[in-house]
């Protein structure tokens, strides 16, 4: 048997016209690599071949069965960083989703998996690591209570309740949804905060903005909105809002709906993001103002605090474009 070019474990591969396709366990399944970068992949470090790993599976989370593996991709996987620990925790919940555990599941390292290959395989090709790490976090998740290995975690593994809500919660989040939809007032003077931040500053972490008032439906406009936070990744909250005169005095009029979709996001185990124009940060409802809101004041500051907060928090979609490259909504 051929080996992976990138792993250099055991792999079927074949010509596939001025390509060869890879299907190797330790990168979850198959992808393809033009003849022209094959070259380079010799000359990745390995932490530079992980990250390339963790960009095929990332491809194939977001609908991309067969990743294609070009010269620039090669080049591009230099500049990729390494997955930081919270990052590599979500992931391990995210791979063991297609098993379905429920109370009482347990499962061992060698155990075979539907993609192919083991536990092992799946779990390294995902995290970013190789066995020797994926013992010793396997070892940090058990101390932190989220699994308990038997024999050292040699033996089978099963999850703890805490494990078992953390699935629930990741469950409810929609953690492979390139959708991000944002609550916000729709009043008239927002349509500009919207084209030239909201949207494109969501489009440059690689994450497709969704507002609820651009949807067509028959359904009772709750349930929709109830149906597309479901189906997001993260929610955008901003709690700018406008004014009425209540006897000569302008008087904020807090838009409830915002309230009540971050409120429901959070209770999915969703990434929430807060944010609120400066002239209207006073106006907060109390039970907010605990959390950290990116206080703008013009299009062009909260588009680049919007995408920084993005990749800080949620991180950015593979092939996303990058800071102030998205595009912007028409007029």
């Given at each position: ?86 990052a ?16 009482g ?26 066995p ?12 932190e ?13 099963f ?35 919207w ?20 949807k ?81 004041n013009?299009p ?32």
């Open positions: 048997m051929a080996s992976c070019p990138i792993t250099g474990e055991n792999a079927q591969v074949e010509a596939d016209g001025d390509a060869e396709l890879i299907n190797s366990a330790r990168t979850n399944g198959r992808y393809r690599v033009s003849r022209t970068a094959i070259p380079m992949l010799a000359a990745l470090t390995v932490a530079e071949r992980m990250r390339l790993v963790t960009w095929i599976v990332n491809q194939r989370r977001f609908g991309e069965g067969v990743p294609e593996i070009s010269s620039e991709t090669v080049r591009a996987a230099k500049a990729l960083p390494r997955m930081r620990t919270a590599r925790r979500d992931r391990f919940f995210l791979a063991m989703m297609r098993a379905e555990p429920t109370p599941f347990r499962f061992g390292l060698g155990e075979a998996v539907s993609e192919g290959g083991t536990y092992t395989d799946r779990l390294c090709a995902w995290l970013e690591c190789d020797r790490d994926l013992s010793q976090f396997l070892k940090a998740l058990s101390d209570g989220y699994l308990r290995l038997e024999d050292a975690g040699f033996g089978r593994i999850f703890t309740t805490k494990g078992l809500e953390k699935l629930e919660a990741l469950e409810g989040a929609n953690p492979e949804s390139q959708q991000a939809f944002v609550a916000m007032w729709f009043g008239a003077e927002m349509n500009e905060p084209r030239l931040a909201f949207a494109p500053g969501i489009r440059d972490a690689g994450f497709t903005p969704f507002r609820v008032d651009r067509e439906h028959n359904n009772k406009i709750d349930d929709e909105i109830v149906a597309e936070i479901k189906r997001s990744r993260f929610l955008v909250a901003d709690f700018t809002c406008g004014a009425e005169d209540v006897k000569g005095k302008q008087v904020a009029v807090p838009r409830g709906g915002v309230y009540y979709e971050a409120g429901l996001a959070h209770g999915l185990g969703m990434e929430v993001i807060f944010s609120c124009r400066a002239d209207r940060i006073n106006d907060l409802h109390f039970d907010t103002r605990q959390f950290s809101h990116i206080v703008w013009n062009a500051e909260l588009r680049t605090a919007l995408y920084n907060r993005i990749a800080a928090t949620v991180k950015e979609a593979p092939g996303a474009p990058g800071r102030g490259k998205g595009s912007i909504d028409p007029a």
